[in-house]
């Protein structure tokens, strides 16, 4: 062989060799079993393991419910408040010393029947399961209207002995004896007529009333005078006024308002605190001498009526010439009882007051709407002794007054009881399971909504506002009595019932600027 081919062969030898070091086939020819040995045998690679199916997540548990807070225990929170019972004061008039001096009053209005008209509810009350699960407890408290001593009396007896949360009275307790509770003693007193704005800003969170405070009634029934030219300008306006504080301060407010307004004022005071009744009628029979000798134009009566009698019996002996108002700052002066047992010698009076009428100026009597329609019946419920009748302007507790032609009437309802009992229970509710009477007063400012007999039907507390009627309006005294025929608008004269009434002057209401 040739030098070249020789080569070639050498180089395709090594080739070969090179080739077969690096094992680049997959044959094992030309490897050395020590290498064998030395490295283990590249193992195919495991089939890839299937991952393990995954787990389902152990459903999500519900949260716990978040436990309810344990309702709160009731715990004797207040004076007159235990754990089982609110004690509540109802105070009232001890009727049998007035009826015993010849006073003239229906026979069935007792101090009983007046306790019940608060009572009665309370029984309902505890029967449907008590007030927040408390039983209300009403205690009777009573004074006679003839010894103002029994009235602070009242108050030691309900604030000392008898320890309750609150006392309420409807109507007749002297203003003057309501700082006992409020003032003096820290109790909470719901007045069903007019108290004083000095009351109640003394004592902001225990006095609340229904009616105007007597100063806004000064001011509202001088104004309405004034703006409708009633007193010729220039005239000389008497003010029979009280000692009695709250009373007094409606004089003071006439006084303000008719001087701004060009007139001139006299005052003459009658002691209705002394508890002498006759001595009180014979200071105000005496006063219309006098005013008719000072040469007034007009008198603004603002004693409680049963302080006038005497008054107006001189002014129906002396027929003098000067017309006069009545305002709506003393007990019951405006009411269909009070005009009832108020001498005919007031016709034709003039009262601004928060009390509606149910006559209609036009004639006519107008319909209960539907909170008072619900007394009403309530009222016909509580007391059978009235046969399930309660008629429109019917004195309180009058049992079948007869009529010309012969029909029976019975008491009208109690407007004011009626209205009060619903807002102390709603206040009561809202004031937590265990009342004070702090929560109790900012209860009572919250409310709003419907009044009986009263503010056009309506009514609201408020903030600052202490008292629950919102409108007033002007209404004139009307004569009817049992022989009054009943005529084609089915009024006695004006009035709904043949006894002595108010019939709205205009029928128009005004807003009381607070």
């Excluded at 193992?43 to 807070?69: I, N």
């Excluded at 009428?357 to 008072?372: K, W």
């Excluded at 309180?396 to 007869?402: A, D, I, K, Q």
Aim: glycine content about 10%; aromatic content about 8%.
């Amino acid at each position: 062989m040739s030098k070249r081919l020789l080569q070639m062969l050498a180089v395709l030898l090594s080739f070969v060799l090179i080739v077969a070091s690096c094992g680049g086939d997959d044959d094992s020819s030309g490897v050395s079993s020590s290498e064998e040995s030395s490295a283990p045998a590249e193992e195919g690679a495991p089939e890839e393991e299937e991952a393990p199916e995954e787990e389902e997540a152990p459903e999500e548990e519900e949260a716990p419910e978040e436990e309810e807070a344990p309702a709160e225990e009731r715990t004797a929170s207040d004076v007159g408040i235990t754990k089982d019972t609110i004690k509540i004061g109802v105070i009232v008039s001890d009727l049998e010393g007035l009826r015993d001096t010849g006073y003239p009053l229906p026979a069935a209005l007792s101090t009983d029947h007046l306790s019940e008209r608060f009572t009665k509810y309370f029984d309902e009350w505890n029967a449907a399961g008590g007030i927040n699960g408390r039983m209300v407890e009403g205690v009777q408290i009573t004074w006679n209207p003839l010894d103002n001593s029994t009235m602070e009396q009242s108050c030691t007896e309900a604030v000392l002995d008898e320890q309750v949360f609150m006392a309420i009275n409807a109507s007749g307790f002297s203003q003057a004896f309501i700082p006992c509770f409020t003032e003096d003693n820290d109790t909470t007193f719901f007045y069903g007529e007019v108290a004083s704005q000095a009351m109640i800003d003394a004592a902001p969170d225990r006095l609340f009333s229904l009616n105007p405070p007597s100063e806004i009634a000064g001011e509202a029934g001088a104004q309405l005078i004034v703006d409708q030219g009633l007193i010729p300008a220039g005239s000389k306006v008497g003010i029979l006024d009280s000692v009695n504080p709250p009373i007094a301060a409606a004089g003071e407010s006439a006084a303000t308002i008719l001087e701004e307004a060009g007139y001139t004022t006299t005052t003459i005071t009658v002691n209705t605190l002394s508890g002498d009744n006759a001595a009180a009628n014979a200071e105000g029979s005496a006063a219309v001498a006098q005013f008719t000798a000072e040469g007034v134009d007009h008198v603004f009566v603002i004693l409680p009526f049963i302080y006038a009698t005497g008054f107006w019996g001189e002014v129906g002996k002396l027929q003098p010439s000067w017309d006069r108002t009545i305002l709506d700052s003393a007990s019951s002066n405006c009411t269909p009882f009070g005009a009832s047992r108020t001498n005919p010698a007031a016709e034709g009076a003039i009262c601004v007051t928060s009390y509606d009428s149910y006559a209609s100026p036009d004639g006519g009597v107008g319909d209960d709407d539907e909170f008072e329609a619900q007394c009403r019946q309530e009222w016909i419920d509580h007391f059978p002794i009235f046969e399930g009748k309660s008629d429109k302007g019917a004195p309180s507790g009058e049992v079948g007054l007869e009529t010309a032609d012969g029909e029976l009437l019975y008491s009208d309802y109690a407007p004011g009881e009626c209205t009060m009992q619903y807002l102390i229970k709603d206040a009561l509710e809202n004031a937590g399971v265990n009342p004070t009477r702090d929560s109790f007063a900012a209860a009572m400012k919250e409310l709003s909504g419907p009044q009986a007999f009263r503010s056009n039907g309506e009514g609201s507390f408020g903030p600052d506002k202490n008292y629950f009627s919102t409108q007033m309006q002007a209404v004139v005294f009307t004569l009817a009595s049992s022989s009054t025929p009943k005529g084609a608008d089915g009024t006695f004269n004006g009035c709904p019932a043949p006894v002595r009434c108010w019939v709205p002057a205009t029928g128009q209401w005004f807003k009381i600027e607070n």
